[in-house]
């Protein structure tokens, strides 16, 4: 079974600051997918970012990036230039290739203080 | 409308009552996930319909849980007999496919809470 792992359950930084949030999962799959959600205290999930497990190149979405590491089964997200609108629970997640459910870890509060 | 709309936003109910959450998924979505996320965890997956079936009702904890989507749009979550476990946000999610294709977008969930 695939589990994903977020060792930091809070974290804050000040504003404009860079921030990595980290990300560790288990899987003997070798085609998956890897997201990075945001949850503000609306509770909508919103899509961060995505990697696919075959591309070897790091996604980037403005300010939001990751560093994959696909040996390591790591996949960290660092936010740059961090804004009070950042302020949210951000969950790390798993979907194995071919299925139709993600796997989420248990999250990390971040706050951005002004 | 704009997005996926879950409703009610909130509901208190009695143990051992019967409650029904209903998900309005985005205009054409094919795809239609239910989540459960409990007090500081993740979302779990619950159930996921693609058209009018349940392709995959895997993470549904019990016979206590029961989804319908008759028409391929709307779907509802129906629990009978809750429990005070089952206190819990509701999240439910639809994509045009399945989420590899196109992105999954969510909306804001139901608060259930069972006294």
């Known amino acids: 079974a695939q589990t994903v792992t977020q060792s930091q359950p809070e974290m804050s930084v000040q504003e404009a600051e860079t921030v990595t949030l980290s990300c560790t999962y288990d899987t003997s799959e070798n085609n998956y997918y890897l997201f990075w959600y945001k949850q503000p205290p609306s509770r909508q999930m919103i899509l961060v970012i995505r990697q696919e497990a075959y591309k070897q190149q790091n996604a980037t979405e403005n300010r939001f990036s990751v560093n994959f590491q696909k040996a390591a089964k790591s996949f960290s997200l660092k936010i740059s230039d961090s804004q009070l609108g950042d302020t949210a629970m951000y969950f790390c997640a798993f979907m194995k290739q071919g299925d139709d459910k993600i796997i989420f870890g248990k999250g990390t509060r971040l706050h951005i203080l002004p | 409308g704009a997005g996926v709309s879950q409703t009610p936003s909130n509901k208190v109910t009695e143990k051992g009552k019967y409650v029904e959450l209903r998900c309005d998924p985005i205009?054409?979505?094919?795809?239609l996930y239910w989540y459960r996320q409990s007090l500081g965890q993740g979302p779990e997956f619950l159930i996921y319909f693609q058209g009018t079936g349940a392709a995959d009702d895997s993470g549904l904890p019990n016979d206590r849980f029961f989804a319908v989507r008759p028409e391929g749009s709307v779907s509802t979550l129906k629990i009978q007999r809750t429990e005070r476990g089952d206190s819990a946000v509701y999240l439910c999610?639809?994509?045009?496919?399945?989420?590899?294709?196109?992105?999954?977008?969510f909306g804001q969930g139901t608060r259930l809470t069972v006294v």
């Open positions: 999610a639809s994509s045009l496919y399945h989420p590899m294709n196109t992105e999954a977008f």
């Open positions: 205009s054409g979505h094919t795809a």
